[in-house]
């Protein structure tokens, strides 16, 4: 009787849906079910249903959540990098065969902040997918810019919103970041003095929070040195002016986060708003690419 052989069967491929991706980035982003069912426009049993699914097809689990937190598990940190990185080469490739049909004169906002995060290369990357796009940058303050966007002067503008404020219309969540102190390593506040600010020139949001948090808790401040741009409360910070609010994901490697001992900050929203003026497709196609990038990473070597 002849010799039977049998070839092994290769195990069966997984597939990972971007839907499901594109909804647990969202929870990831906002850490909220609920929060991301309103993002997505979907039932909140959708969003725990296309979580439930996509740790099913992986055999992980990616979040825990309890009645007030959602937090990424190590798994989950990993998933919403290759969830970015598919919804990032799936948006490339529908724009490597559209993006000729996308043109005309986009006018992108952002503050100065988030402008030292990846963004640039973001850009440069969405310039050469999209070449009939005229992409014009304005760099400004938080406040500036919403008043340019609302005037018609912007179509799209990235920037920060406290949770109290109410939502605008056409706002797109990038990512919630809780802010902290800064200061230079070696800092010592004494209880009894007022605390150092260095802030922003009035009206600026990172101001009025860090005012309203000390004024809370009963701390006198010192205003010791008001600023323009992002790059002079870094190097007023260095230089032991005082302290400042930063976002925990853009505070230079070089600056420390002072310990407990000063009222704790919120969180904030970083928010993309696109103008009513603006090209629909145009706008959508930056938002996408700036979803895709992932949360900011702080800056470096800053002068």
Same mark, same amino acid.
């Given at each position: ?15 990972? $849906? ?32 296309? !979580?439930?699914?996509? #740790? ?6 990616? /979040?825990?959540? &309890? ?9 989950? #940190? ?12 799936? #948006?490339? %490739?529908? +724009?490597?065969?559209?993006? $000729? ?11 100065? $902040? ?19 796009? &005229? *992409? ?15 005037? +018609? ?10 949770? &109290? ?11 919630? !970041?809780?802010? =902290?102190?800064? %200061? ?7 209880? &009894? ?5 260095? =802030?922003?020139?009035?009206?600026? /949001? @990172? ?32 230089? +032991? ?22 009222? #704790? /900050? ?6 993309? *708003? ?7 497709? @145009? ?10 990038? +992932? ?9």
């Amino acid at each position: 009787m002849g010799r039977v052989t049998t070839t092994p069967t290769a195990p069966a491929r997984r597939t990972l $849906d971007s839907d499901q991706l594109r909804t647990f980035l969202t929870v990831a982003q906002a850490l909220s079910f609920t929060r991301a069912a309103e993002l997505l426009g979907v039932g909140q049993s959708t969003v725990s249903q296309h !979580v439930r699914k996509l #740790e099913t097809s992986v055999g992980r689990t990616l /979040l825990t959540r &309890d009645t007030h937190t959602v937090r990424l598990t190590p798994d989950g #940190e990993a998933m919403a990098g290759f969830a970015r990185d598919i919804l990032a080469a799936q #948006e490339q %490739a529908v +724009g490597y065969f559209t993006g $000729d049909a996308l043109r005309g004169r986009l006018r992108f906002g952002v503050t100065d $902040d988030l402008a030292l995060t990846p963004l640039p290369r973001i850009l440069r990357q969405f310039r050469q997918l999209y070449p009939r796009i &005229d *992409l014009e940058l304005t760099v400004g303050q938080n406040e500036t810019l919403q008043r340019r966007l609302a005037a +018609g002067h912007l179509d799209v503008a990235y920037v920060k919103r406290s949770l &109290d404020e109410p939502e605008l219309p056409g706002s797109t969540l990038v990512r919630r !970041v809780p802010l =902290v102190w800064g %200061a230079a390593e070696g800092t010592v506040l004494q209880p &009894d003095q007022p605390v150092p600010l260095v =802030v922003y020139q009035a009206p600026s /949001l @990172s101001r009025s929070l860090a005012v309203r948090a000390m004024e809370q808790a009963g701390r006198d401040v010192r205003i010791t040195c008001t600023v323009k741009g992002v790059n002079g409360v870094i190097a007023a910070v260095r230089a +032991g002016l005082g302290i400042a609010v930063f976002s925990r994901t853009l505070m230079p490697e070089d600056l420390v986060e002072l310990p407990t001992g000063l009222p #704790e /900050l919120p969180q904030i929203d970083l928010v993309l *708003l696109t103008g009513p003026r603006a090209s629909a497709q @145009s706008a959508s196609a930056l938002v996408t690419a700036i979803l895709g990038s +992932g949360e900011p990473r702080p800056p470096r070597g800053l002068g």
